[in-house]
């Protein structure tokens, strides 16, 4: 879009000449995220306090520019990408853990602190923060909360927004506001905190979190359990539930998973040969419960038909464990160019369910889908493979993508579990949305930002 006369100079004035950019450098790499396919914004700003990023949002809300908020840039739905040109506001210097408050079970940090570091700055005081998204290396705070992020411990410690307590957030007008509190309880007046968690960045920028903790558990137990079906691997679930355990971590990988993972490995083997699915449980709590929980664990499996049960001895058969999963990423760039990576859900007592649909969608298409993910909470990232120079195959693998999005709706699930609408899963939203759902939600975005500059073109269709 074409800028304002003294627009960029006006910027200048309120962050510093430093703290934007224009060059074409700067401007690709902060207009891309996961997904690797940028959009250019107009400029790049990066603003340091709470007062520049409320000057900035004022002064592109009184202009009608487009605004769009980056963290960490680990999304793979789109959610930070400029589609519509026009501001890129960077939080990369809000990166400070303010408080860290033992008696209350609490952290004050800003947006940009990355998720891991977080999580080891408190387990120092022998704290523990629990959400762990697969990026927690790279992706910043702020970045999980837009999302609701998950991960592997959201089975028995919840998401991202049962962690949140209270937020600083810029409006797209250019208020400042505060929701929440530091306390646990509060029925004062609408829940903006859990409305901003998981809003995508639609609806405000979050420049401060209070984030609640929990104690640090003492002990914990990793175990591996091989099945020789996928859907042997996911009916151990029904099985744990049964038996009324509830491990912190549940991790389901398919064998098309395993194969990718030896192929990237020049043939290492991470699990028997044979295995066509694959559960990484951890338990965690005191001792003495973790040492019961764990042999719970191990008879529930052997019930759903396990060949094979491992419980990690060391820190080192730990690591072993989880390498099949750590190397899922870097493994499935072997099989194609282009992944379709989609984080469906489905009600958990369906996964078994939900790997029929896969396997059918596999041999209808002639497309190799491997999929793995979080069986305890029934989210499985399901990645369609292909070849990006070969049309045909991409146009098979769009239409077996809607069709997978239409059988998880169809089996009470839901499109996305953790990434995000975003603008790729856009034309897909009224599949789980009514008309009347997606227009009360307009409703609600027009009120917190009237001129629609916030992250234009994501999550609803306009």
């Not at 001792?287 to 094979?308: D, F, I, K, S, W």
Request: aromatic share 4%; with cysteine.
């Amino acid at each position: 879009m074409t800028l304002p006369a003294t627009f960029v100079s006006d910027l200048e004035q309120v962050v510093g000449a430093a703290s934007v950019r224009q060059d074409e450098a700067a401007r690709t790499t902060y207009g891309q995220d996961g997904l690797k396919a940028p959009r250019l914004p107009d400029v790049v700003v990066m603003p340091g306090t709470t007062t520049e990023v409320a000057a900035v949002a004022e002064m592109c809300d009184r202009s009608r520019v487009p605004l769009y908020v980056r963290g960490g840039g680990t999304g793979y739905s789109g959610g930070a990408v400029p589609v519509r040109g026009g501001v890129l506001l960077s939080m990369e210097r809000f990166n400070r853990i303010l408080e860290i408050d033992e008696r209350n079970l609490l952290v004050v940090t800003e947006p940009n602190v990355v998720t891991a570091r977080l999580q080891a700055a408190v387990e120092q005081v022998g704290l523990f923060y629990p959400p762990d998204p697969a990026s927690l290396e790279e992706s910043a705070i702020g970045g999980n909360i837009a999302e609701c992020a998950g991960g592997p411990r959201a089975f028995k410690y919840g998401t991202t927004r049962r962690y949140v307590l209270g937020l600083e957030v810029v409006l797209p007008t250019g208020e400042v506001i505060r929701t929440g509190s530091k306390a646990v309880k509060s029925v004062v007046g609408y829940d903006l905190t859990q409305l901003l968690v998981g809003s995508e960045g639609t609806l405000g920028i979050i420049t401060q979190a209070v984030l609640r903790l929990v104690p640090k558990p003492p002990a914990r137990a990793t175990l591996r359990a091989t099945f020789d079906s996928i859907e042997a691997a996911a009916g151990a679930v029904d099985e744990l539930i049964r038996a009324r355990v509830v491990p912190a971590t549940l991790e389901l990988v398919d064998g098309e998973c395993l194969a990718a993972v030896r192929q990237y490995l020049g043939g290492e083997e991470l699990a028997p040969a044979g295995t066509a699915g694959l559960l990484i449980l951890e338990v965690d709590g005191l001792a003495h419960e973790v040492a019961a929980e764990a042999g719970l664990v191990e008879q529930a499996c052997r019930a759903a038909g396990a060949t094979e049960v491992l419980r990690a001895a060391d820190d080192a058969e730990r690591e072993a464990i989880w390498r099949v999963r750590r190397e899922l990423s870097p493994a499935l760039k072997t099989i194609a160019s282009l992944k379709l990576n989609q984080d469906v859900v489905v009600p958990r007592g369906r996964v078994p369910d939900l790997f029929r649909l896969i396997a059918d969608l596999a041999r209808e298409f002639g497309l190799r889908i491997p999929s793995f993910g979080h069986a305890g909470d029934g989210n499985i990232h399901v990645n369609i493979m292909v070849d990006a120079s070969d049309a045909a195959a991409v146009e098979r693998a769009r239409r077996a993508q809607r069709l997978l999005f239409e059988g998880v709706v169809a089996r009470e699930g839901s499109i996305s579990g953790e990434h995000g609408i975003g603008y790729t899963k856009l034309p897909f939203i009224s599949l789980e949305l009514s008309p009347e759902v997606i227009a009360l939600s307009k409703r609600i975005k027009q009120a917190f930002d009237p001129h629609a500059i916030l992250n234009p073109g994501k999550v609803f269709p306009e």
